[in-house]
């Protein structure tokens, strides 16, 4: 949605709105750089230097830097990391971020290592949303892709995420040439079987994940495979929304319990109704994702920033946001931050 798009009465004086007249609803929060998985697209074989604690935010830092942006029209917060159930008592920040007032829908992004243990607490105390992270169905290849063999806790926590009945529940699969492109129909037999929304996400480039451009697989090389099983029917969503999203049904015409969607960030970009805006585990704004340009909030706050100053410094940092995201092959040569250190 751009500003030009909303009526008078629903803008908020005070809203977010970059140079390109986007409007600024979505949060993304890392809480921690740290992950118990080792997916090969997310962190450099090599690993990261990991942040220490102190250069962490703290959860008093995350809940007041969430409550300006919601005071300034966020209206989604999702948490991410690292996998952000390392981070101890994850679900105490769940509770206060539920608590602020204006937030309508607070979610996660996660592994699902932990959830099997987690889902019941993290419904109960605010999470509305739930992105799980599996790029395989079959146990040889998760440990392949993570480097570690947890397939059957991750396994166990989509069942429990599934049982807990989120308001939304979506399973995140980056799909890679000549490493899983074989599962896509495996992957919407699931979404065809249960109440969850598989998303297909192309190939994306990050610093030291090898990517190349013939790993990436375009949504319309994955629409024509699953369309030689099911008949996928497009389905309206929010302009800002980076999924194209499509029910299912089968070639008998029986609809499916679940729905696929293509994130299209290769082929298709979004960037022109992007919302989104982002909070790095050690308290920087970043204004897109493949921008490498950064504004620290943390040290700031810590040195007596009034709210009005942390305000302006997240202005300032939209004010930076490009308008579109550079060529694939330009972004794969660039000085960003790895995947897992801006938070996924």
């Known amino acids: 949605m751009t500003l030009s798009d909303a009526p008078a009465k629903m803008q908020n004086k005070n809203a977010l709105i970059d140079n390109f007249q986007r409007v600024h609803t979505y949060l993304r929060i890392s809480v921690t750089d740290r992950c118990n998985l080792r997916c090969a697209y997310c962190m450099p074989a090599e690993g990261i230097v990991y942040r220490q604690k102190k250069e962490l935010l703290t959860f008093e830092e995350i809940e007041r830097v969430a409550s300006i942006m919601v005071r300034l029209g966020v209206t989604k917060i999702r948490l991410t990391g690292g996998e952000p159930m390392v981070r101890r008592d994850i679900e105490k920040l769940v509770y206060k971020l539920a608590g602020i007032e204006g937030l309508k829908t607070l979610a996660m ?46 396994w166990q926590g ?138 620290n909030l943390r040290d700031r706050m810590r040195d007596g920033a009034t709210d009005a100053e942390v305000e302006e410094m997240i202005r300032y940092s939209l004010s930076l946001k490009p308008e579109a995201h550079a060529p694939a092959e330009e972004l794969s040569q660039s000085e960003n931050r790895t995947m897992i250190e801006i938070g996924g």
């Open 109 to 154: 992004t996660t592994n699902a290592t932990l959830l099997g243990e987690k889902a019941g607490v993290l419904k109960k105390n605010g999470i509305k949303a739930l992105n799980i992270s599996l790029d395989t169905l079959r146990r040889e290849r998760f440990l392949q892709v993570t480097r570690r063999d947890q397939f059957d806790q991750v």
């Open 158 to 295: 989509i069942q429990s995420a599934l049982a807990q009945d989120f308001e939304e529940l979506k399973l995140n699969s980056v799909v890679m040439s000549g490493f899983n492109d074989d599962e896509l129909l495996d992957f919407a037999e699931f979404a065809f079987n249960n109440k969850i929304n598989v998303r297909f996400i192309e190939f994306m480039p990050f610093k030291d994940n090898e990517w190349n451009i013939e790993k990436v697989v375009t949504y319309k090389e994955m629409i024509a495979t699953l369309e030689s099983c099911y008949k996928l029917t497009p389905i309206s969503a929010d302009p800002s929304a980076v999924g194209k999203d499509f029910s299912l049904a089968d070639k008998n015409g029986k609809p499916g319990k679940g729905t696929v969607s293509f994130i299209t960030s290769m082929s298709d970009s979004f960037c022109s109704t992007c919302n989104r805006l982002r909070i790095t585990a050690d308290g920087s704004v970043k204004s897109c994702l493949f921008y490498p340009a950064e504004i």
